[in-house]
């Protein structure tokens, strides 16, 4: 069975990029604004991320968006945070 830990520490790269001393919490505003279900936050959130990051964020969107066990918010939340992120990859 492959390990899970790459992918789990890979999602903590991002972490030391959203350090500043206007956010004590850098990481709960990260995912205060990606699951914010407001779009401009949504971007900003998801496009500080490096791309490694980008798609672990993604996997653990869509596993909360159709695994079970999560609050009907928090899956509303996560398909409005993935729907966003899909329209950034679209073609105008």
């Given at each position: 069975?492959?390990?899970k830990w790459p992918r789990?520490?890979?999602f903590f790269i991002f972490y030391d990029s959203l350090n500043t001393m206007?956010?004590?919490?850098?990481l709960q505003s990260f995912w205060e604004n990606l699951l914010s279900r407001n779009p401009a936050r949504i971007q900003s959130a998801f496009l500080s991320l490096?791309?490694?990051s980008k798609q672990?964020?993604?996997a653990h969107l869509q596993k909360m968006a159709t695994d079970p066990g999560w609050h009907p918010e928090q899956v509303e939340s996560a398909?409005?945070?993935l729907?966003?992120?899909q329209s950034l990859f679209r073609k105008p």
């Open positions: 069975m492959p390990s789990q520490t890979s206007d956010n004590l919490d850098p490096d791309p490694t672990v964020v993604i398909r409005a945070a729907e966003t992120i």
